[in-house]
């Protein structure tokens, strides 16, 4: 089946990038306490990595409801893939790693976020409905997992060199982007081709004028069409009545 195939991609592509996301936000502080000795400068590093959480998920719930969940993916993915390389490449420079540093916790902190947010309803794109909790279920385990290995995977990267578990990260980042892309672009289900087409219907199940459900989904006190062009009420119109 071909919606095993995209799933499997999908499952891959993000267990992969949140092992990065975790390894690369564990080794953030480190890096910060081991270059500075600071262990207050370490805990601002980390409140940064974190801040993202709170201020973007709402919005870009919004967003995600909006656009190709598929094309955030990436765009999260190649995004962070960009932001640890030049980080990466800055301390194996030794240059000026402090404000790359900083904007590179505050970027890819913001991306992990329009990733989360993305990928339920990207597999709940791909995956037949009824197959949708056994999906899910796999996913949400894959992703703990993957959570509590990136922890410890940051540290012992960052034992072996300070830029490693960057250069790690942008490899991976860039594979999981990879696998998104040869997921097939997935067509709506014709329950949301409906809701494209017409609009949500209201709770009587009619339409207004312009595709989008009434207030009332009943006509006015005259016997006249509504301002929505509904049935008359009561089924006349002008006092007389109205044919089936």
Same mark, same amino acid.
């Given at each position: 089946m071909s919606w095993r195939r995209d799933f499997w991609l999908l499952f891959a592509g993000s267990s992969l990038a949140t092992v990065a996301a975790r390894a690369s936000a564990a080794a953030y502080p480190l890096l910060a306490l081991l270059l500075t000795g600071s262990p207050v400068l370490a805990g601002w590093v980390r409140f940064a990595s974190m801040a993202p959480h709170l201020l973007c998920t709402l919005p870009f719930g919004v967003l995600v409801d909006r656009h190709d969940r598929r094309r955030l993916l990436v765009i999260s993915q190649v995004g962070r893939a960009v932001a640890i390389g030049l980080l990466a490449i800055t301390i194996a420079a030794d240059g000026p790693w402090m404000p790359v540093l900083w904007a590179t916790v505050v970027v890819e902190g913001t991306l992990t976020v329009l990733h989360q947010r993305a990928l339920g309803p990207a597999i709940a794109e791909v995956v037949p409905?009824? !197959?949708?909790? *056994?999906?899910?279920?796999?996913?949400? #385990?894959? @992703?703990?997992?993957?959570? /509590?290995?990136?922890? =410890? $995977? #940051?540290?012992? +990267? +960052? #034992?072996?060199?300070?830029?490693? &578990?960057? $250069?790690?990260?942008?490899?991976?980042?860039?594979?999981?982007?990879?696998?998104? @892309? *040869?997921?097939?672009? &997935?067509? &709506?289900?014709?329950?949301?081709?409906? $809701?494209?087409?017409? #609009? +949500? &219907?209201?709770? !009587?199940? @009619? =339409?207004?004028? !312009?595709? /989008? =459900?009434?207030? !009332?989904g009943l006509p006015d006190a005259h016997g006249l069409p509504d301002a929505h062009g509904l049935p008359v009420a009561h089924g006349r119109l002008d006092g007389r009545a109205v044919a089936d």
């Amino acid at each position: 089946m071909s919606w095993r195939r995209d799933f499997w991609l999908l499952f891959a592509g993000s267990s992969l990038a949140t092992v990065a996301a975790r390894a690369s936000a564990a080794a953030y502080p480190l890096l910060a306490l081991l270059l500075t000795g600071s262990p207050v400068l370490a805990g601002w590093v980390r409140f940064a990595s974190m801040a993202p959480h709170l201020l973007c998920t709402l919005p870009f719930g919004v967003l995600v409801d909006r656009h190709d969940r598929r094309r955030l993916l990436v765009i999260s993915q190649v995004g962070r893939a960009v932001a640890i390389g030049l980080l990466a490449i800055t301390i194996a420079a030794d240059g000026p790693w402090m404000p790359v540093l900083w904007a590179t916790v505050v970027v890819e902190g913001t991306l992990t976020v329009l990733h989360q947010r993305a990928l339920g309803p990207a597999i709940a794109e791909v995956v037949p409905k009824e !197959h949708t909790t *056994w999906a899910v279920s796999r996913n949400e #385990g894959a @992703l703990a997992a993957a959570t /509590l290995a990136g922890q =410890p $995977v #940051g540290g012992f +990267l +960052l #034992g072996i060199g300070n830029a490693f &578990p960057f $250069v790690a990260g942008l490899i991976a980042q860039t594979v999981a982007a990879v696998t998104i @892309l *040869w997921t097939r672009k &997935p067509v &709506p289900r014709a329950a949301e081709a409906e $809701v494209v087409a017409h #609009g +949500l &219907p209201d709770a !009587h199940g @009619l =339409p207004d004028a !312009h595709g /989008l =459900p009434d207030a !009332h989904g009943l006509p006015d006190a005259h016997g006249l069409p509504d301002a929505h062009g509904l049935p008359v009420a009561h089924g006349r119109l002008d006092g007389r009545a109205v044919a089936d």
